[in-house]
């Protein structure tokens, strides 16, 4: 089994900062990427940001110059630091991680349970 858990969620003004934290556990082989996408109401969840394990990174126009994407992949962890938060940021965001359970299985995608981020006005 493999198990995504996230943390850092919360309520904060306009303009302020989160920092999302995702622990990916269990039998985990090789970790290919790791992101965060955020889906609200009615809406198609879209990705947000992501990063290879090699650091390559991939972020949403809507996010760029405002949320930085890590990895730590000692720990199987993916941070995404969220500067000059906006109420349009406003969602629930998931974690989500592309990894092989084992030597002879391909890649498969993961999903966290999803934490709440609500940006004030």
């Known amino acids: 089994q493999v198990q995504l858990v996230e943390s850092g969620g919360g309520l904060v003004q306009a303009g302020g900062s989160l920092r999302l934290s995702c622990v990916a556990s269990?039998?985990?082989?090789?970790?290919?990427?790791m992101g965060w996408y955020r889906q609200g109401p009615g809406k198609r969840r879209e990705l947000v940001a992501a990063?290879?394990?090699?650091?390559?990174?991939n972020y949403a126009e809507s996010v760029k110059g405002r949320f930085t994407i890590s990895m730590d992949n000692a720990k199987n962890t993916v941070y995404l630091q969220m500067n000059s938060l906006k109420p349009e940021d406003t969602t629930v965001y998931y974690c989500?991680?592309?990894?092989?359970?084992?030597?002879?299985?391909?890649?498969?995608?993961?999903w966290g349970q999803g934490t709440q981020v609500t940006v004030s006005s």
């Open positions: 269990g039998s985990i082989f090789s970790l290919n990427v």
């Open positions: 989500n991680a592309n990894l092989r359970r084992s030597i002879r299985s391909g890649p498969s995608d993961y």
């Open positions: 990063v290879t394990s090699g650091g390559r990174t």
